[in-house]
């Protein structure tokens, strides 16, 4: 029987802490398979994976439907890891701080920079850099009826599942050590002359 489709479940909210990136796309670029020639992902359409290492938090999650799965590892010994396909929608009609649109902050050392559809590409940067050192997360769902044909034969799912939405997310990037050093709220950039601490 399944569930019922005209009931669509309230919309909710997953904090997610120190969590790592994978598989970025924030610049949406489209791409297809070098085998089948078939899109993987459509121009325009920006996502990435999120890993999970809280097993409390992951097995909630994927009771709450999130789409949570547990990857693959050769090493019976390693902690397992689960990760969940997040998928990034910013609104051309609308100014970047309205709350409709998703936050995401691009931290360094005291300073942050909420990114907008074009610059939010530099994620997609300074994860091939290998400069990430932190990421946090608040995920909103959206929920959609699953009544796709069944692969394995039968009859189908036919109940609500969630496709993970970015709500806010904290980026923190690595500085090197001079700009490290040097990183001050205060800075001044043009006349110095009304700055210097002696006029």
Same mark, same amino acid.
């Given at each position: 029987?399944?569930?019922?489709?005209?009931?669509?479940?309230? !919309?909710?909210?997953?904090?997610? #802490? =120190?969590?790592?990136?994978?598989?970025? =796309?924030?610049?949406?670029?489209g791409?297809?398979?070098?085998?089948?020639?078939?899109?993987?992902?459509?121009?325009? $359409?920006? !996502?990435?994976?999120?890993?999970?290492?809280?097993?409390?938090?992951?097995q909630?999650?994927?009771? @709450?439907?999130?789409?949570?799965?547990?990857?693959?590892?050769? $090493? #019976?010994?390693?902690?397992?890891?689960?990760?969940?396909?997040?998928?990034?929608?910013?609104?051309?009609?609308?100014?970047?701080? $309205?709350?409709?649109?998703?936050?995401? /902050?691009?931290?360094?050392?005291?300073?942050?920079?909420?990114?907008?559809? @074009?610059?939010? &590409?530099?994620?997609?940067?300074?994860?091939?850099?290998?400069?990430? #050192?932190r990421? @946090?997360a608040?995920?909103?769902?959206? /929920?959609?009826?699953?009544?796709?044909? !069944?692969? #394995?034969?039968g009859?189908?799912?036919?109940?609500?599942?969630?496709? &993970?939405?970015?709500?806010?997310?904290?980026v923190?990037?690595?500085?090197?050590?001079?700009?490290?050093?040097? @990183?001050?709220?205060?800075d001044?950039?043009?006349?110095?002359?009304?700055?210097?601490?002696? !006029?």
């Open positions: 029987m399944g569930e019922d489709s005209s009931r669509r479940p309230a !919309n909710v909210k997953v904090t997610l #802490e =120190n969590v790592a990136i994978d598989w970025p =796309n924030f610049a949406g670029r791409i297809k398979s070098k085998t089948t020639g078939k899109t993987i992902n459509k121009e325009g $359409d920006k !996502n990435f994976n999120l890993v999970i290492t809280d097993p409390v938090k992951a909630q999650m994927a009771e @709450d439907r999130w789409g949570v799965r547990l990857l693959e590892n050769d $090493d #019976e010994l390693a902690d397992p890891m689960w990760s969940i396909r997040v998928k990034l929608s910013f609104k051309d009609d609308l100014p970047l701080d $309205d709350w409709r649109q998703p936050k995401i /902050w691009y931290v360094t050392g005291r300073k942050k920079v909420l990114l907008d559809s @074009d610059s939010v &590409a530099c994620i997609d940067d300074a994860f091939r850099d290998q400069t990430i #050192e990421v @946090d608040i995920l909103s769902s959206y /929920w959609w009826f699953d009544d796709r044909p !069944n692969p #394995e034969g009859e189908p799912a036919n109940i609500w599942k969630i496709s &993970a939405y970015v709500s806010e997310m904290w923190t990037v690595r500085q090197d050590s001079l700009h490290a050093r040097y @990183d001050f709220d205060n001044q950039v043009g006349d110095l002359e009304d700055g210097l601490p002696f !006029n």
